[in-house]
Structures are given as C-alpha cells and as structure tokens.
C-alpha cells in the first residue's frame, strides 16, 4: 500500500513538472525577439514592430498546438506556413546585413514542439498491440 501511495505521489509530481514546462505565446515572443535584437543588432523601430509580428506569430502557432481536430503532419504545415509568413514579414524590416544574419537564424531555429495528443498515443498503443499479436 505504501508503494502504491509513493507511486502515485511520484506520478503527480512528474505531470506537475510536465505541465510547469510550457510556456505561453507571450513568453516564446519576448525570448525570440530578446535572441533576435542581439543577433541581428535591431533599432528600437525594428523591435517594436518584430515584436508585433513574432507575438502574432506565437499566438497562431499556439493556437494551431491546441487545435485537437487537426492531425500532428497538418499541424507542422500549418506552422510552418505560419512561419514563412513571419519570417516574410520580419525579412522586409531588415538592412541587407540583417536579412543574411537573419536567413542564417532561420536555418538554425528548432522546429516547434508539437506534444502528443491522445488521439496519437491511442494510435501508438493500438499499433502496438498489434505488432505484439502478429509475433505470437
């Protein structure tokens, strides 16, 4: 009975730090542009309206995340879509220098995490009970 209760406890604690590491689109926005203004050295008028552009920009990506109709492979056009519109945007902002430096960031940034959604965990698990039968 004590392992089971410690096990559960362990349980909650593990979804507590699971859900501590999401960020909102405020968040993403602030730390893209902070990188982006000592990248690509932006005046005050530059950051000010890729700053508009990037919370935008998070907020459709989130929005696009939590959409639980849309399948993961649609989401990740959606988002890339989304970015290339930005990345447009920002693009026309920039001096010459800062569209190099800039096209380099974008090659460099990390696609955005998209978490399963139980709609793709139930998939993997039915595919795996699957696989199992066969090998009997």
């Given at each position: 009975m004590k392992k089971l209760f410690l096990a559960g406890i362990?349980?909650?604690?593990a979804m507590g730090l699971?859900?501590?590491?999401?960020t909102t689109p405020e968040e993403n926005?602030?730390?893209v542009v902070t990188e982006l203004v000592t990248k690509l050295t932006l005046?005050?008028?530059?950051?000010?309206a890729v700053s508009t552009i990037v919370l935008d920009q998070e907020k459709a990506i989130a929005a696009v995340i939590q959409d639980s109709t849309t399948k993961v492979d649609l989401k990740k056009e959606n988002i890339a879509k989304i970015q290339g519109e930005s990345d447009n945007k920002i693009?026309?902002?920039?001096?010459?220098e800062q569209k190099v430096a800039y096209q380099k960031y974008v090659t460099e940034r990390p696609p955005?995490?998209?978490p399963a959604t139980q709609e793709t965990t139930e998939q993997k698990e039915s595919g795996n009970g699957?696989?199992?039968?066969?090998?009997?």
């Open positions: 362990g349980f909650f604690l699971t859900f501590a590491q999401q926005a602030t730390k005046n005050d008028e530059q950051k000010t693009a026309q902002l920039l001096t010459d955005v995490n998209i699957q696989s199992n039968q066969q090998q009997q």
